[in-house]
């Protein structure tokens, strides 16, 4: 059983739309994560976020944690090619206990 | 400094050999993991270290055995592994025990069980 569920699973868009990913759960986490991963590469950090409610932007990335600390969004405005990769949420409990989405997989045409 | 090295980068083994996978990182963290990684799944965690002490084993084959010999340095020994190990495997630490942890993770070494 998976804690953390992200949606969409794929999602192809071409360049200069705008999405949206979301990672959703019933349970709580202290913080959460999420991360950009390529092909045959480790994921690399792209935020965390603490509070509930909190927003924090990175670039053309917007980030949100929900009130509840129970899921998360990342937004991303006018997507480039380069923006294409797995997106991981990954949330934080206690006792050195993280537990990652189920993964969106993102294409951005040129 | 947010870097976690893993070495070799790529890595090629028949079922009967014996390798092991190196994981480094100075940032000071006191916690670090394995994850195995299939392509396009999220990753699987295997073990974690806390403090040099071996605090989760999610039920891993004993033909995988990690070590920790210091608290910068993490392996993990491979022997009499099959095909189905071929994966990415993924090293990453935290600072341990924060509300607020966050991992890092290394590039991986992609291995290939022949």
């Known amino acids: 059983t998976q804690l953390l569920e992200q949606s969409p699973q794929f999602l192809s868009i071409q360049e200069g739309e705008n999405l949206t990913v979301y990672c959703n759960s019933s349970s709580v986490f202290s913080s959460l994560q999420w991360y950009r991963q390529e092909p045959g590469e480790g994921p690399v950090l792209l935020v965390t976020v603490v509070t509930g409610g909190e927003v924090k932007k990175l670039k053309r990335l917007t980030f949100q944690f929900g009130d509840a600390r129970k899921d998360s969004s990342l937004h991303i405005t006018a997507a480039q090619p380069g923006d294409t990769g797995l997106y991981l949420c990954a949330g934080a409990r206690s006792g050195n206990q993280f537990y990652f989405g189920t993964g969106t997989s993102l294409t951005v045409i040129p | 400094d947010t870097e976690v090295t893993q070495t070799p980068k790529h890595l090629v083994m028949g079922m009967t050999n014996k390798k092991s996978l190196k994981c480094e990182q100075h940032?000071?963290?006191?916690?670090m993991y394995w994850y195995k990684q299939k392509a396009k799944k999220p990753p699987e965690l295997m073990f974690v270290?806390?403090?040099?002490?071996?605090?989760i084993n999610e039920s891993v084959p004993s033909r995988f055995s990690p070590e920790c010999p210091n608290s910068s340095l993490l392996n993990l020994h491979l022997h009499a592994l099959q095909p189905e190990d071929s994966a990415l495997y993924l090293c990453?630490?935290?600072?341990?025990?924060?509300?607020?942890?966050?991992?890092?993770f290394g590039p991986g070494t992609r291995l290939t069980v022949l």
């Open positions: 270290y806390s403090y040099e002490k071996l605090s």
């Open positions: 940032m000071g963290h006191r916690a």
């Open positions: 990453a630490s935290s600072q341990g025990g924060l509300r607020t942890d966050t991992q890092y």
